[in-house]
Structures are given as C-alpha cells and as structure tokens.
C-alpha cells in the first residue's frame, strides 16, 4: 500500500496560517490524497480530498506538487477549534484492503491563543 | 440529516465474553467499513461491507466478524474479548465504497475490557 510521511506534531497561533505537510513518493496515478482529521473523543472527520489539481473547500485548501509526490493541507486562518490530529492517506486501485483507509499517526496540530 | 450512529457509546466486558457492536450509516449509502483505534494510534481497518457482501478485511483474527442487513446497518462481533482488545471501534459510511469517496465516520464505541 502507498504510505505517507507526516511529522508528528506542529504549533500554530490562533488566527494565523497553518500548512501541514505530507510526503507520498510511492504514490500512483490513480491514488487520491485525503485528509481527515479527528478531534478529542470524536470519530475522524473527512476535511478535502483530491487527485492531481489544488483543491479548495471552505475548510481548507489542499496544494498537490506537480509531481504528486508531496502535498500540503492549508487551514487558512487556524482556530483552536482546528486543533486536532490530521491524516493524510492515498487510496486507489491496488489497497490490498480494498477500498478501505490506511491511516498512519498523523499530525498532531496544536493551536494556541 | 442524521450522520452515522453507533451503539452503544460505552461498554465494558471481561476476558472472554463475546460483544455486538451496531452501525446505522448515512441514509443512502450502501457501504460500511469498521475500523478499531487505540489510544494513541491512527484507526485501523478491519471490515468494508457493500451490500452485504464483504468487500474487505484487514489484518485482524477470526474473533472479529461482521455482517450488513438489508438496511445496509451493520454489525461488528467480538468473539473470546482479549484485554488489547480495549479500544474504541469507529463505523464510516459511504455511497458505493468507492475509493475517491469521502467516508463519513460515526462517533464510535469505545470498549474496555476488563
């Protein structure tokens, strides 16, 4: 299965921009990049997804580098309602679990006031 | 809209005895995926149903088993309970199981046994 690189945590201040990496170098043409995110106590939420081309949402934007290997997940102005653990995953034709979501650790994003 | 619903939200077992957990998805979706997350790690998948049929199967043992009605809700069994079997298990729903689709998550059971 094609796996993603994330650190495991970053800091932001409420009100400011926060770009979360995301490495995906064995990524394949036909794998899409989602990122969910999950709150304490709460099931993952889904916030973008996409394939080749940027992608925004009222959520977030999502940046894929042109070669796919890398993308970036931009919460535009964080709220400390934005802290929470953040996953990138890929899926697409050849997840020997089917269509299912290979989550790693995440990112842990910290917002403070 | 409702969202995906589970229940219970907690349960507490002991060593050995078996539980159901249940999953209603989305009205209009038709797959169910089961995941189990410990405290301290991303979710694990274990189970995708897309009618009633078994799409997918992660890395779990025969102890683990699942099935969806024809209302498309789901069930999730747990034979012979282990202590690491403590967790809490997360139910998402989608239209078609497709893999470009979004899941949508419900709050999840969280299961301590004791």
Not at chain 1, 5 to 25: D, F, G
Not at chain 1, 51 to 78: F, P
Not at chain 2, 55 to 69: E, T, V, Y
Request: hydrophobic share 30%; charged share 15%.
């Amino acid at each position: 299965d094609a796996k993603t690189t994330q650190p495991n945590s970053m800091e932001s201040n409420e009100e400011e921009p926060v770009h979360l990496p995301c490495n995906h170098s064995t990524i394949s043409g036909t794998d899409y990049i989602h990122w969910y995110r999950q709150l304490p106590s709460q099931g993952p939420e889904y916030v973008i997804h996409g394939l080749t081309s940027n992608v925004n949402n009222r959520m977030a934007s999502l940046a894929i580098a042109e070669d796919r290997k890398s993308s970036t997940l931009i919460l535009h102005r964080a709220t400390l309602r934005d802290a929470a653990v953040y996953y990138c995953i890929l899926s697409g034709w050849g997840n020997q679990a089917g269509t299912a979501l290979i989550f790693g650790k995440g990112t842990t994003l910290s917002v403070s006031s | 809209d409702a969202g995906v619903t589970q229940s219970p939200t907690h349960l507490i077992k002991t060593r050995g005895q078996h539980v159901t957990l249940r999953c209603s998805p989305i009205s209009g979706h038709k797959s169910v995926s089961w995941y189990q997350q410990v405290l301290g790690q991303g979710p694990q998948f274990i189970f995708q149903y897309y009618e009633k049929e078994e799409r997918g199967r992660g890395n779990f043992p025969d102890r683990f088993s699942a099935r969806q009605f024809p209302n498309y809700s789901s069930e999730l069994n747990v034979n012979a309970l282990l202590l690491g079997d403590s967790a809490l298990y997360l139910c998402a729903s989608s239209p078609a199981g497709l893999y470009q689709e979004t899941q949508y998550f419900g709050p999840g059971t969280r299961l301590l046994v004791l």
